[in-house]
C-alpha cells in the first residue's frame, strides 16, 4: 500500500497525461464510431436485409483480435493515435449499430401508423417519434461501447498513442504492481465515470444534455489545438521500444540533441511494443529516431545471410551498410555496452571456482544446475548452440524469467542465461560469464534514422555521436536498477549520467 | 346535404386476392357514419383507405370533390383526425405534446395550441393542470383514449376516422367514450368515419350505418330503418345478435329502435309519464310502466319519442325470440 501511494505521488504528473490522452483516444473513437453507426442503422431499418448483412460484418470485425488489428493498421496509417481510434471505432460499431437498430425495427407497429396518419414526414417521425423511443436501447449499445473502448484503450500505448496503457504495459515489464495498479484502476474507474456521464445524458433535459456534450468535445479539442500550437517549433519524435533501458536512452538522446540545438523540440514516445512496429513508424516518418541494436538489424530488419562468429565491430559494420543500401537509414556509432544474451552466476559461485569465461563452465560441469527461460533452452542461437559451440553436457530446467533470478538468489540452481544490461544481475549481486568464443551475436546499442534526416540535421547527429563508445554493461545494470527497483524516473536517471560523465553541462 | 366522402368503385386487392370487389358509398358532410362487420369483412381496410394508409387497387375516393390522390399525401393526413383502436399516443411525449402534433406541424403558433390543449382537456373533464405534463403510461386507458380522441380534432379537422377505438376499453370507459364522441360530433359538426365490429355501439353512434361482409356492403341506412327493415337475414341476424343475453337487459332505446315510437308527446297529465335515459334496461322499463302510462325515452335530457305497455309487448312477443 505504502509503495502504491509512493508511486502514485511521484507518477501523477504522467498519470493525469496519461488520462487526458486515454480520454481523449476513447471519446474521438466514440464520438466517431456513433457518427457512423447510427445513421446506418437508421439507413438499415428499412433495409432488413442490408441490416441482416451489416450486422454479421460489425460481428465479424469486433472478433478480430485487437493486436492483430493494430499491426494491419500500422502499414496503413502508421503509429500513434491516428490507428489507435480507428481500430477502436471498429469495436465500438456493433454496440451501437445493434442497439440503435433493434431499438427502431421494435417499435410498435401502431405507433408507426399512427406518426404516418397525422402526415409526419420521414425526418419529423425519426426524430420525434423513433429515436426518442429506441433513446435507451441506442444509450445502452453506447455505454457498452464505451467500456469497451476505455479497456481496449489500454492497448493503443503499444504502438505510441500513449494513454494508461502506457502504466500497465511499464508494470507488467518492470514487474512492478503499483505501476500495474494504478493504470488498471484508473481505467476501470474511467470507465464507470463515463459510463454514469452517459447514463446522465439519458436523464438529463436535452439542451442541458448538449451544451454539457459539446463542453466536453470543445475542452477535448481545444487541448489537443493547444498542444499543436505549442508545438510549433521544430519537433523531433523519437520512440523507444518497451522497458527502462530504451527509456532511458531516449531521453540521454532529448538531452544531447536539446542542449546541441536550441530551436528543436524533442518529443518522446517511449514503450512501444515491438520492434516491427518501431520499424514500421520509422519507414513512415511517423517518428524520426529510435535506438536499436546492431543483432536485431541483422537477424530482422534487413536481408542477408549472417557470417558466425562476428566481432562487435564486424556486426555493427554489416548492420550499417545493409541499413544505408536496403532502407536508406543511417545508423549512427554504438555505444560500449552490448546488450545480449549472456551466462550468470553469482558473483560468489565465480569467485570459488574461479569462473573468467563461457569456457570455464565445462570444468564445473557436474555440479552445475542450470534454470534457464525455455525460449532461450530451444533456440539455436541459445542453448543447443552454445551446447556444441563450447562442448558443454548441461541440462537446464525450464523458468519463467523472473523466477529463474529468485530461484538463483535462494541458491536452487547456480546458473541462469540473461541479458546483459538486466538489472536483475546488479539486484542479485550476479556476475556475467565472458562469451569468448563470441557465441552470442553482438547487440550494441546506436540511434537509427533515415538518411536524408541526419543530412538535413548535422548537429543532431554530432550530439548523439557524443554517446559512441559510452556506457558499459555495468553503467546500464545499474540505471536499469535505478529505474526499475528505485522506480527513480528514466528522465533523472539520464541526465544525472550525462552530467556525471561531462557529456552535458550540470545544471546550476 | 354535401358530400364529403365517395368511394367510387374501388377494389382492393391483397397479395393478388380481392378482398373489396367494388365498393361505392357516399358519406355525407357533418355525418357520424359507422362502418359495422365481422372481422376480416373490409371495414378496416376501407377506413384505411380513405387516409391513403392503403392504396387502392382500382377506383377512385374523393374527399370534399377531390380525388385523393391528387394531392400530396400529408396534406390529405393533416386535414383528418384519427384514432386507432391500439390508442397509439407517442409515449415519450407528454399529454400536452401529444395532441399538439398535428396543430405543430401546420405551424399553428404555440400560444394558441396551448389555449386549444386546455380547452380540450377540460372538455373531455381532464384537468389540464393535472393532466398536461403526463406521460400516456400514467393515464388509465380510458383517459389514454380520450387523449387520443383530441389528438385526432386538435387540429379542427373536417374528417375524423375512428378504427375500432374502444374495443379493447372496459365497459365502462367504452359507453363514456362513445357519449364523448356524440358530444363532441355534435359541437363540432365534423363528419366522423367509425368502424366498429359491435352493432350496438354502432347503433348508438350512427347517424347512418353500414353493414360489410366479404367486402361488400349489405346495406346503408339508419338505425331504425336497419332494424325495421333489414334488406337479408345476414343484416337481420347481425342486429338480432347484437341484444342482451336476458330480455330484462334489452336498453329502451332498443325497443324504440325496433318497434318505433310514438312520436307525439301523450295527452296525458305530467304525472302518467316518466322520463328514462335510453340505456335504461327494460326491468326499468317494466318498472316505471307498472304504475305510469308512458315512458319518455330520453337521451342527453332530449326526449327520443314514447313508449306504452302496447308497444313494449308488442316488441316482446313479435320481435325478437329472447
Known amino acids: 500500500m505504502h509503495t502504491l501511494i509512493q508511486t502514485f505521488m511521484e507518477r501523477r504528473g504522467d498519470l493525469l497525461t496519461a488520462l487526458w490522452q486515454h480520454l481523449g483516444i476513447s471519446i474521438a473513437a466514440l464520438v466517431i464510431a456513433m457518427v457512423i453507426a447510427i445513421p446506418l442503422a437508421i439507413w438499415a431499418c428499412r433495409r432488413p436485409k442490408w441490416a441482416e448483412g451489416l450486422l454479421q460484418l460489425t460481428s465479424v470485425l469486433q472478433t478480430i483480435p485487437s493486436l492483430a488489428l493494430l499491426g494491419l493498421l500500422i502499414p496503413l496509417v502508421g503509429i500513434g493515435t491516428v490507428p489507435a481510434v480507428i481500430a477502436l471505432v471498429i469495436y465500438a460499431l456493433l454496440p451501437i449499430f445493434q442497439n440503435t437498430y433493434l431499438g427502431i425495427s421494435e417499435i410498435d407497429a401502431s405507433i408507426e401508423e399512427a406518426a404516418d396518419a397525422f402526415g409526419m414526414s420521414r425526418m419529423r417521425k425519426l426524430f420525434k417519434v423513433e429515436l426518442p423511443i429506441a433513446m435507451p436501447q441506442i444509450i445502452s449499445g453506447i455505454r457498452t461501447a464505451l467500456v469497451l473502448i476505455i479497456g481496449t484503450a489500454t492497448l493503443a500505448a503499444l504502438i505510441g498513442a500513449g494513454g494508461l496503457g502506457t502504466f500497465i504495459m511499464l508494470g507488467i515489464d518492470r514487474n512492478d504492481t503499483a505501476l500495474l495498479l494504478i493504470g488498471a484502476v484508473s481505467s476501470a474507474l474511467l470507465a464507470i465515470l463515463l459510463s454514469a456521464l452517459v447514463r446522465w445524458f439519458q436523464t438529463a433535459k436535452p439542451r442541458r444534455a448538449l451544451t454539457v456534450f459539446v463542453a466536453i468535445l470543445v475542452l477535448l479539442g481545444g487541448g489537443g489545438a493547444y498542444s499543436v500550437y505549442a508545438n510549433r517549433v521544430e519537433t523531433i519524435t523519437i520512440a523507444g521500444k518497451l522497458g527502462s533501458e530504451p527509456e532511458i536512452l531516449i531521453n540521454m538522446y532529448k538531452d544531447l540533441i536539446e542542449a546541441q540545438d536550441k530551436h528543436v523540440k524533442v518529443t518522446l514516445k517511449p514503450n512501444f511494443g515491438k520492434t516491427t512496429f518501431l520499424f514500421s513508424a520509422l519507414q513512415h516518418d511517423q517518428i524520426q529516431i529510435y535506438p536499436e541494436f546492431t543483432g536485431s538489424v541483422l537477424e530482422t530488419l534487413v536481408k542477408g545471410s549472417n557470417p558466425k562468429g562476428m566481432t562487435a565491430q564486424q556486426t555493427y559494420a554489416l548492420a550499417k551498410k545493409r541499413l544505408a543500401k536496403q532502407e536508406q537509414m543511417s545508423l549512427l556509432e554504438p555505444m560500449k555496452y552490448n546488450n545480449t544474451y549472456a551466462l550468470a552466476v553469482t558473483k560468489q559461485f565465480k569467485r570459488e571456482h574461479q569462473l573468467t569465461n563461457i569456457s570455464d563452465l565445462t570444468r564445473v560441469e557436474s555440479i552445475l544446475k542450470p534454470g534457464m527461460t525455455l525460449e532461450f533452452i530451444d533456440r539455436n542461437d541459445g542453448l543447443k548452440g552454445l551446447k556444441k559451440a563450447y562442448n558443454l553436457d548441461v541440462t537446464a530446467k525450464s523458468m519463467e524469467p523472473a523466477l529463474r533470478y529468485e530461484a538463483i538468489n535462494k541458491g536452487r540452481i547456480n546458473l541462469v542465461d540473461a541479458y546483459s544490461t538486466d538489472s536483475e544481475l546488479r539486484q542479485y549481486h550476479l556476475a556475467l560469464l565472458k562469451d569468448n568464443q563470441h557465441f552470442f551475436p553482438t547487440y550494441q546499442g546506436a540511434p537509427l534514422m533515415k538518411t536524408s534526416f541526419a543530412k538535413r540535421h548535422p548537429q543532431v547527429v554530432t550530439a548523439l555521436n557524443k554517446l559512441a563508445g559510452h556506457i558499459s554493461e555495468t553503467d546500464m545494470q545499474e540505471m536499469n536498477y535505478e529505474v526499475n527497483v528505485k522506480n527513480k524516473s528514466a528522465a533523472t536517471v539520464a541526465h544525472t549520467y550525462l552530467v556525471k560523465h561531462g557529456l552535458l553541462k550540470g545544471d546550476n | 346535404m354535401t358530400t364529403a366522402i365517395e368511394f367510387q368503385h374501388v377494389q382492393k386487392d391483397f397479395n393478388g386476392q380481392t378482398v373489396i370487389p367494388d365498393l361505392n358509398l357516399t358519406i355525407d358532410q357533418g355525418e357520424l357514419f359507422v362502418l359495422v362487420g365481422t372481422s376480416g369483412s373490409g371495414k378496416t381496410t376501407s377506413l384505411k383507405m380513405i387516409n391513403r394508409l392503403e392504396p387502392l387497387t382500382a377506383g377512385k375516393i374523393l374527399v370534399n370533390g377531390t380525388d385523393t390522390t391528387t394531392v400530396p399525401v400529408r396534406d390529405l393526413r393533416w386535414q383528418m383526425g384519427y384514432v386507432l383502436q391500439q390508442i397509439a399516443l407517442f409515449p415519450t411525449m407528454t399529454v400536452a405534446q401529444n395532441i399538439a402534433v398535428i396543430p405543430e406541424m401546420k405551424g399553428t403558433p404555440k400560444k394558441e395550441i396551448s389555449q386549444t390543449i386546455d ?204
Open chain 2, 119 to 322: 380547452d380540450l382537456l377540460t372538455e373531455v373533464g381532464l384537468d389540464p393542470h393535472e393532466y398536461r405534463d403526463r406521460l400516456p403510461r400514467e393515464l388509465s386507458g380510458g383517459e389514454q383514449q380520450r387523449i387520443g380522441i383530441l389528438r385526432a380534432i386538435a387540429a379542427n379537422p373536417k374528417t375524423v376516422l375512428m378504427d375500432e377505438p374502444f374495443s379493447a376499453l372496459d365497459p365502462l370507459s367504452r359507453q363514456q367514450l362513445q357519449e364523448l364522441v356524440l358530444r363532441l360530433h355534435a359541437r363540432y359538426h365534423n363528419t366522423i368515419v367509425f368502424v366498429t365490429h359491435d352493432m350496438n355501439e354502432a347503433l348508438k353512434l350512427g347517424d347512418r350505418i353500414g353493414i360489410m361482409r366479404h367486402g361488400q356492403l349489405l346495406q346503408v341506412d339508419t338505425p331504425t330503418a336497419l332494424a325495421q327493415h333489414p334488406v337479408n337475414d345476414f343484416v337481420r341476424d347481425f342486429f338480432g345478435a347484437s341484444r342482451a343475453k336476458n330480455v330484462y337487459d334489452v336498453y329502451a332505446g332498443r325497443v324504440g329502435l325496433v318497434q318505433g315510437y310514438l312520436k307525439t308527446r301523450p295527452a296525458v297529465a305530467a304525472g302518467l309519464i316518466q322520463n328514462l335515459d335510453v340505456q335504461a334496461p327494460l326491468r326499468t322499463v317494466f318498472d316505471a310502466l307498472s304504475d305510469h302510462d308512458y315512458v319518455a325515452v330520453t337521451e342527453d335530457d332530449q326526449v327520443q319519442g314514447y313508449l306504452d305497455r302496447q308497444t313494449v309487448m308488442a316488441y316482446l312477443s313479435a320481435h325478437e325470440e329472447v
